[in-house]
């Protein structure tokens, strides 16, 4: 007699209930109630019930069904039936059991399929997949098994507000191509994230199957950014916002200058979500002085902005760049030029095939790899990027990398047969391969499989190839830039020293002129030194407190200032910057009358103390140097020459009374492109 073993159900209740219910169609099942007779064996471990196929065989038509790749047929089995004994012969109990299978009458409702009505599995006492539960995590990492939230019966509202549905629409792919799918609860995979089980929750990021709506997504996000990299779950952002806006304003807010301008992608969002995300930035750009260029920071700004509010938003972005582990988010000019000879070195070694491509293709690779970022962020399908985000959020930047490694090695296997003619206008190569990205003809869990398939290729050699490169991008770029932009403006007799004193010097700011006119105002003891550039804000952050740490050991030092405008100026400083910490904890002046004031353009003008010239001069007119955490100033006495704050963001310049000049900018009020520290070796 054949019999079916199905999953006990969780309450002794539902069960007797079940059963009653059952009794009173006597008549149909001809069956009694009875206990279960049999019970699974404890040894079986529970997950694998879950992925076990289990055949029930036809006794007339001899037909097997698989359980776990057929669900219709596990939602028409009434598991909290036990084995039962049924009046009559051995051949009509076997076609009762086959008829269950395909006909069951619940509470009066006959089902024939799922179409027709649909089956509470609860009452029927199948059981959810819970904490206790133990996934096969061998067939996970293996790629065998998929992961898949459990949808809750009441729709939740995946996108925030800041998305325009229309637009998104088109984007919403519900199947993705799994082998077998593993329910899971949230509630589990929280629970893997709030112990740091990292071979659990990295297994099920990899691994998961959610689409871009799946309602998983309405809090996955910020919960890895919670738990693994600590984010904030206090509204932060309102604070900042208050002090920084005016309520109701809604005109165009500035971006950034650490934002690519070129590479603004808004993806899906609404108008009300491109004002939120500059909000957003404005807020970083002052709670995070030291970032100097990150172009993929609007990106992953705006695809938060899908899933989360403006404060959650914020905490997480926060979190990614205090994380200085794993480089989640580069910030400087350097660090992401290194990136892209990165990229280049990973390809010779883990994607020759595509490498080989780029390079008998076109005539100059580099110019390719300058934009391996974008192929993720702008050229493939934004579920693709969302899928994506998943693994970054939790290993890091280097999800990034094989990534791009995946594209080039399937770009490689697309057009291995086309055998394209040699182009060395680069052009074309970089043109199909981003091509290829947008019309990606693979799913993005081949592409993911692809990536993650790559073997030995890990933080450390990835960290070593970016200290590395980052250090030979600091040496040259200034020697190149000076070769190609500077060297045709000269027009100085091979004799003079300029030149390689302003190469040495590593600054695109000063030009070789504006070099030389400095060096004539200084005295003339300091005119035979080497000056060395000591603080740049693009490369050391603009923070005040980082530059006084840089400099505040060398005497004398010249401060050049670049505002937003290009206007050029700054002062020589007499005195060592140490010296603000002697006086007293207030504020308070120090220096000499070889202190001075200049412009360098448009103009180049020389503001000397007046003391120099006039013998009775005010007591405001002996104000040379002043600085603390806050604030640092040159000149003083009824307004202040130089005033830089916390951030060398906001500044000001007036007329003062020690040196008597005007204001070394059009506006009195300006915001520094660049500050640049110069000493004297």
């Not at 403006?310 to 992401?336: A, D, H, I, W």
């Not at 004398?556 to 910057?577: H, L, M, N, R, Y």
């Amino acid at each position: 007699m054949n019999s079916l073993n199905c999953v006990s159900s969780k309450s002794t209740k539902k069960k007797k209930s079940s059963l009653e219910t059952r009794n009173e169609k006597k008549e149909a099942f001809n069956m009694a109630d009875k206990p279960d007779s049999e019970s699974p064996s404890p040894s079986v471990n529970r997950s694998d019930s879950l992925i076990e196929e289990t055949h029930v065989t036809d006794a007339e038509t001899g037909h097997t069904g698989s359980i776990g790749k057929h669900i219709e047929q596990i939602e028409n089995i009434d598991d909290s039936q036990s084995e039962h004994d049924i009046s009559g012969s051995e051949e009509k109990t076997q076609k009762s059991c086959a008829k269950d299978i395909t006909e069951v009458e619940i509470s009066g409702d006959t089902i024939e399929n799922k179409e027709k009505s649909e089956i509470n599995l609860e009452e029927l006492g199948f059981v959810e997949v819970n904490e206790s539960d133990v996934v096969d995590m061998a067939s996970v990492n293996a790629g065998k098994v998929k992961f898949d939230m459990e949808v809750e019966d009441e729709t939740v509202e995946v996108f925030s507000e800041f998305v325009d549905m229309r637009s998104v629409i088109g984007d919403i792919k519900v199947k993705h191509s799994v082998e077998e799918v593993v329910e899971i609860s949230a509630e589990l995979l929280l629970q893997y994230l709030k112990r740091h089980q990292k071979k659990q929750y990295k297994a099920v990021l990899r691994n998961g199957s959610w689409d871009i709506k799946h309602n998983i997504r309405h809090s996955l996000w910020f919960n890895i950014c919670h738990y693994l990299h600590k984010a904030d779950d206090h509204d932060i952002f309102s604070e900042f916002a208050e002090d920084l806006f005016s309520p109701g304003d809604a005109s165009d807010i500035r971006v950034p200058a650490f934002v690519d301008v070129d590479h603004l992608n808004y993806y899906h969002l609404s108008q009300d979500g491109i004002h939120s995300a500059k909000q957003i930035l404005c807020v970083l750009e002052h709670s995070c002085p030291d970032i100097i260029y990150s172009p993929i920071l609007f990106s992953v700004l705006s695809l938060f902005l899908h899933y989360m509010d403006v404060s959650q938003c914020y905490n997480c972005l926060y979190s990614l760049l205090r994380n200085k582990e794993s480089g989640f988010l580069p910030t400087t000019k350097v660090s992401v030029e290194a990136s892209k000879l990165v990229i280049r070195d990973l390809a010779k070694k883990y994607a020759k095939s595509g490498y080989v491509l780029v390079v008998r293709n076109c005539g100059n690779v580099d110019q390719v790899f300058d934009t391996w970022i974008w192929w993720i962020f702008e050229d493939l399908p934004f579920s693709y990027l969302v899928r994506i985000m998943d693994c970054y959020l939790n290993e890091g930047i280097k999800v990034f990398y094989r990534v791009a490694l995946a594209i080039l090695t399937l770009f490689a296997k697309t057009n291995i047969k086309k055998s394209p003619k040699k182009d060395n206008s680069t052009g074309n190569i970089l043109s199909a391969l981003r091509q290829f990205c947008r019309e990606v003809p693979v799913g993005v869990d081949k592409l993911l499989k692809t990536g993650f398939s790559i073997r030995g290729l890990g933080r450390k050699e990835i960290r070593k190839l970016q200290v590395k490169h980052e250090m030979y991008v600091t040496s040259t770029k200034h020697v190149n830039n000076f070769n190609e932009g500077q060297a045709s403006r000269l027009s100085i007799t091979r004799s003079f020293s300029g030149p390689i004193v302003l190469q040495n010097l590593g600054t695109d700011t000063l030009t070789v002129d504006m070099l030389y006119a400095i060096l004539k105002w200084i005295p003339t003891r300091y005119a035979i030194c080497q000056p060395e550039l000591l603080y740049t804000s693009e490369e050391h952050g603009t923070s005040l407190v980082t530059l006084y740490q840089r400099v505040e050991n060398y005497q004398p030092t010249i401060i050049v200032i670049k505002t937003t405008q290009d206007e050029v100026f700054g002062a020589f400083c007499s005195a060592c910057w140490r010296d603000r910490r002697q006086k007293s904890q207030l504020l308070s002046y120090f220096g000499t009358g070889e202190t001075f004031l200049f412009t360098l353009w448009p103009e180049k003008k020389k503001y000397e103390w007046v003391g120099l010239k006039e013998e009775n001069i005010s007591n405001t007119a002996s104000m040379f140097q002043a600085g603390d955490r806050k604030i640092l100033t040159v000149g003083g006495g009824h307004g202040n020459a130089i005033s830089l704050d916390e951030n060398l963001l906001h500044c000001r310049t007036e007329k003062c009374d020690t040196f008597d000049n005007e204001p070394l900018s059009k506006c009195e009020d300006f915001q520094c492109k660049v500050v640049e520290v110069y000493g004297f070796v």
